[in-house]
């Protein structure tokens, strides 16, 4: 089962220069993530899609754009890199549906910015 | 806005021992869940155990058990029979009921090391 597949696992940017790191799930949810995790701490909700068709802020998303493409897909955009951004993304998704609303996460992309 | 503590960074526990992670959270809502989420080195997600917050009953997964305790906002982590392979961070996390904003909120997580 492939479940929460995150692209790149890997990436090296220069300052200024913008990336799409792209997130697919093959569970049928409704419900996609962003996070992103510092060292030593928590992770940190970029972005969220509730369904197909909309996208919210969640608590740190300047810097940021996402696009849900459809159902299985949820993009997430740096348009100007900055060592700040730095950082272990994680995508993830949920069913959130009734009691369906345990989160799944992909296996993160390690992003540093030079 | 929910927030989430964990107030012990770092505990250690030997091989076979019962160790017990500590978070309180802090929300209005009635309706919620709370999660526990383990983190080994490879920094893979993995759900440890959920509570939903209208179960009185606390959640058990084998040697993972949680004590919730809704007045007292707390929702600690005990974890029986330590093994090796529970040597990773854990992170406490609370989930509105509102199916339109259900995201996760972390806590800054706890590292738990297991001594042979």
């Known amino acids: 089962n492939a479940g929460v597949t995150q692209t790149p696992k890997f990436q090296v940017l220069k300052t200024g220069q913008s990336m799409t790191l792209q997130c697919a799930q093959d569970?049928?949810?409704?419900?996609m993530y962003w996070y992103r995790q510092d060292p030593g701490m928590g992770l940190r909700l970029i972005y969220y899609s509730a369904s197909e068709g909309t996208t919210d802020k969640g608590e740190v998303p300047n810097g940021y754009n996402v696009s849900r493409l459809n159902k299985r897909e949820f993009s997430l955009r740096l348009e100007s890199a900055a060592p700040s951004q730095t950082s272990v993304y994680f995508c993830a998704s949920s069913r959130n549906r009734g009691s369906g609303n345990t989160i799944y996460f992909g296996e993160g992309s390690w992003l540093t910015v030079v | 806005a929910q927030t989430v503590t964990q107030s012990q960074p770092e505990m250690s526990v030997q091989e076979a021992e019962t160790v017990t992670l500590s978070c309180t959270y802090d929300t209005s809502e009635s309706n919620y869940y709370l999660f526990w989420y383990k983190q080994p080195p490879s920094r893979q997600m993995i759900l440890v155990i959920r509570?939903?917050?209208?179960?009185?009953q606390n959640a058990t997964e084998n040697r993972f058990s949680v004590n919730f305790q809704k007045a007292a906002k707390s929702f600690s982590l005990k974890i029986s029979d330590s093994q090796l392979g529970d040597t990773a961070m854990y992170f406490c996390a609370f989930m509105t009921g509102d199916t339109g904003r259900r995201a996760l909120t972390f806590g800054s997580g706890t590292r738990l090391q297991v001594q042979p």
């Open positions: 569970m049928n949810h409704n419900s």
């Open positions: 509570q939903e917050a209208y179960k009185q």
